[in-house]
């Protein structure tokens, strides 16, 4: 082979090395990707919390939402109550211990009777009362703030459970049927419920709306489930109990509340039900 043709022969070899070698092949395969870590699961997190704005007293142009108040019917029914007196005053909703022919209240394996002490003329409050008390919860005194977490708390569908709901604002809450009253009320949105279900809120009516310092804002007394809105009685009725020669006496010894967090509200109703500061109610029709 001639000189030239070695050279031409070399010089074909390396365009060959370049083209297959080289970093711009046409139609060759990009290089893949680097593959994902596999990341531990996150449970879900609460929505960011909502801005804050002042809320208005209650007013007769708050809008109005009826409620028919029937009683347990011919079997029984369950609801929720908690502590407001180490002495055995519990507070609930009416329409839970209204028409009851015999009420109880379940302390760990037993039931213990309770009685109807007090019945509010217009909201869907009650107090009873038992021969033992339990750690009471402290009412809240703080200015409800549109957009704030609360925290309901008791059993829903008669099995323990809590929901984190935000504060929307006012209405007005106008029961029928066994008894008859309006009353303010706070409209939340419902966030998330612990531990996590589907359905209705029904058992939880009683049980106490928690802000964010463990102090009770109001009483759980309805639900919208369509909308995913619940409704709790407003605070100014239930600090108009509280006092000499109220329903509510002052005085009582206060256990310390237990802050509540959205990411932390379900064990903080363990823990309230562990100490029976909230407990269910069951009652028996006539």
């Given at each position: 082979m001639g000189g030239l043709d070695r050279l031409a022969f070399l010089m074909l070899i390396m365009m060959a090395l370049w083209a297959f070698f080289g970093e711009e092949?046409?139609?060759?395969?990009?290089?893949?990707?680097?593959?994902?870590?596999?990341?531990?699961?996150?449970?879900?997190?609460?929505?960011?919390?909502?801005?804050?704005a002042p809320l208005p007293p209650p007013s007769p142009r708050d809008p109005v939402f009826e409620v028919i108040a029937d009683g347990p019917g011919g079997?029984?029914?369950?609801?929720?109550?908690?502590?407001?007196?180490?002495q055995g005053l519990w507070l609930t909703a009416r329409h839970v211990v209204q028409?009851?022919?015999?009420?109880g209240l379940r302390e760990r394996q037993r039931w213990v009777r309770a009685t109807v002490a007090w019945a509010h003329p217009n909201a869907d409050v009650a107090l009873l009362r038992t021969q033992n008390g339990s750690p009471p919860l402290a009412l809240s005194e703080s200015a409800p703030l549109r957009g704030m977490d609360g925290y309901g708390m008791g059993f829903p569908q008669g099995r323990p459970g809590a929901v984190h709901g935000r504060l929307l604002g006012r209405a007005q809450m106008q029961a029928r049927g066994l008894f008859q009253g309006r009353a303010?009320?706070?409209?939340?949105?419902?966030?998330?419920?612990?531990?996590?279900?589907?359905?209705?809120?029904?058992?939880i009516s009683g049980g106490p709306l928690l802000d964010g310092e463990g102090r009770v804002l109001g009483v759980m007394v309805a639900e919208e489930p369509r909308r995913g809105r619940f409704s709790t009685a407003a605070p100014e009725t239930l600090l108009a109990m509280a006092g000499p020669n109220r329903p509510i006496p002052?005085?009582?010894?206060?256990?310390?509340?237990?802050?509540?967090?959205?990411?932390?509200?379900?064990?903080?109703?363990?823990?309230?039900?562990?100490?029976?500061?909230i407990a269910q109610v069951l009652c028996q029709a006539r």
């Open positions: 092949r046409e139609g060759a395969a990009p290089p893949p990707a680097p593959r994902a870590q596999s990341l531990p699961f996150q449970p879900q997190a609460a929505p960011p919390p909502a801005v804050l079997g029984t029914s369950t609801g929720t109550a908690f502590s407001v007196n180490a028409g009851c022919g015999a009420i303010p009320t706070l409209e939340w949105a419902e966030v998330r419920r612990a531990p996590s279900f589907r359905g209705s809120l029904g058992g002052l005085g009582a010894a206060r256990t310390p509340p237990v802050p509540v967090t959205p990411g932390g509200f379900g064990a903080v109703a363990d823990q309230l039900r562990g100490r029976l500061s």
